[in-house]
């Protein structure tokens, strides 16, 4: 599993400044998940993208969310204008395709504090 | 009400104890996770399954897809198995490989 990196590994932003999480994904894999975990809450899926495509964004709040995963370079989940109730840990997973009997790695995650 | 429901939330048990964690899920799935994390810490995969039983080490997990239930033992637990342990699952037939997760048992092993 260490073989998802995630970074950073802890953020503080401010209310309204943006926050830019980062994930490579295993070697060899193209499919790239992510989750959020709220306080006290479960996992919860946000978005699941390939490269250079989103495949599936049905988790991702409707805005200041977005998220790209380029031809080249980290998946990147950005959240614009932040705010308290984004305080969470970000978690990344990647697999080598999709399908129902796949392992997802998980990241060790970006725990994200906003003041 | 979810569609995955774990029980118990929280656990405490003594060194030696065996120890079962239940997974009750609500929808036709292909495929059902049980996942580690260490508080701070990251997610570790433990078992992936679709039928039966699968073991690794001190670690079991079941699955009973006519009753939508999986069970994760530990036999003769110890404290560093100490952890939230997650079941999650993917919608069969699902577009994509999005897991659904349950809440997570805490687990606690006093030595």
């Known amino acids: 599993n260490a073989g998802v990196m995630q970074n950073p590994r802890h953020l503080v932003r401010r209310r309204g400044q943006e926050a830019r999480l980062r994930c490579s994904p295993m070697k060899g894999h193209s499919h790239v998940y992510w989750y959020r975990q709220l306080p006290e809450e479960g996992l919860k899926f946000m978005v699941y993208?390939?490269?250079?495509?989103?495949?599936?964004e049905s988790g991702m709040p409707k805005e200041r969310f977005s998220a790209e995963f380029p031809k080249e370079g980290p998946s990147i989940l950005r959240i614009q204008q932040v705010v308290r109730g984004d305080s969470a840990a970000y978690f990344c997973?990647?697999?080598?395709?999709?399908?129902?009997?796949?392992?997802?790695?998980f990241g060790a995650g970006t725990r994200l504090s906003v003041l | 009400k979810n569609e995955v429901e774990q029980s118990p939330q929280n656990l405490t048990a003594q060194e030696g104890e065996f120890i079962t964690i239940n997974c009750s899920y609500s929808?036709?799935?292909?495929?059902l996770h049980w996942l580690q994390q260490h508080p701070g810490g990251g997610i570790v995969s433990l078992f992936m399954?679709?039928?039966g039983k699968k073991k690794h080490g001190r670690l079991i997990a079941t699955i009973n897809i006519q009753e939508k239930h999986s069970s994760l033992h530990i036999t003769a637990s110890h404290p560093r198995d100490s952890a939230v342990y997650i079941c999650a699952v993917r919608h069969y037939g699902g577009a994509t490989n999005k897991l659904i997760f349950g809440t997570g048992t805490l687990l606690a092993v006093q030595p």
């Open positions: 399954l679709s039928s």
């Open positions: 997973a990647s697999s080598p395709r999709d399908g129902g009997f796949i392992i997802q790695y």
């Open positions: 993208l390939q490269k250079e495509n989103i495949i599936d």
């Open positions: 929808v036709g799935i292909s495929a």
